[in-house]
């Protein structure tokens, strides 16, 4: 069956520092492929998305995702965490290939961001 | 900006209710979609939409019925409500490039 697996449930961070959310998926060919993020009491909004081309995609407040094929793998990262960060992330993938959006969603990883 | 409403934020409801969640897009979006989502189980796709009258299971169709009467609105149906499924319910519309989700309805069955 194909699925999103999002390793780290809970990850914690200090502002300022570095941060990499894992995501890998379950699929031989070359899926299209999400990050979201949900604040605590809001819908999901999305951050980047990878279609086709440039495997490292800039998306919105800072985040860059990157996609090896090699490793089935689409993780998310951004150089220095703020604050106003800490939500819960979700990577997830739309298996047809076609942009039929159907999505698939990992189980989510939650961040925390200590002042 | 696209607009995916639903149309209650928090609804309580007893087991065995026949219960509706609506939902409606404004940007003339031809896909739909209703999630569930569970602390701990992401969201996970219980039936979707790509045309009026038109619908297809998801992973968990069960215990779920939807309507497309008009393209703008998509209904989640609980035919007899039951605890288990008690959760937030996410909708979605979706253009050619992006997914847009409405703010959710969080469901309590009692």
């Known amino acids: 069956a194909q699925s999103v697996t999002q390793p780290d449930i809970h990850i914690t961070v200090s502002e300022g520092a570095s941060l990499e959310l894992r995501c890998n998926y379950s699929?031989?060919?070359?899926?299209?492929l999400f990050w979201y993020v949900q604040s605590p009491g809001q819908g999901l909004q999305l951050l980047l998305k990878?279609?086709?081309?440039?495997?490292l995609v800039q998306g919105i407040k800072g985040f860059e995702a990157e996609f090896k094929r090699s490793q089935s793998s689409f993780n998310l990262r951004k150089p220095s965490v703020h604050w106003s960060d800490a939500a819960e992330y979700f990577c997830a993938v739309d298996f047809s290939g076609a942009g039929s959006y159907q999505l698939t969603f990992g189980k989510g990883t939650k961040l925390s961001v200590i002042p | 900006d696209v607009k995916v409403t639903q149309s209650s934020r928090y609804l309580v409801k007893r087991t065995g209710e026949k219960v509706f969640l609506e939902c409606v897009q404004d940007?003339?979006?031809?896909?739909m979609f209703w999630y569930r989502q569970d602390p701990g189980l992401g969201l996970r796709l219980i039936y979707f939409s790509y045309d009026v009258k038109m619908k297809e299971k998801g992973d968990i169709p069960e215990g779920y019925s939807v309507s497309r009467e008009k393209k703008e609105r998509f209904s989640l149906i609980l035919e007899s409500a039951s605890t288990n499924q008690t959760s937030m319910y996410l909708c979605?519309?979706?253009?050619?490039?992006?997914?847009?989700f409405g703010q959710g309805t969080r469901l309590t069955v009692v």
């Open positions: 990878y279609f086709s081309g440039d495997t």
């Open positions: 979605a519309s979706t253009s050619n490039t992006e997914a847009f």
């Open positions: 940007m003339d979006h031809e896909n």
């Open positions: 699929y031989g060919a070359t899926p299209y």
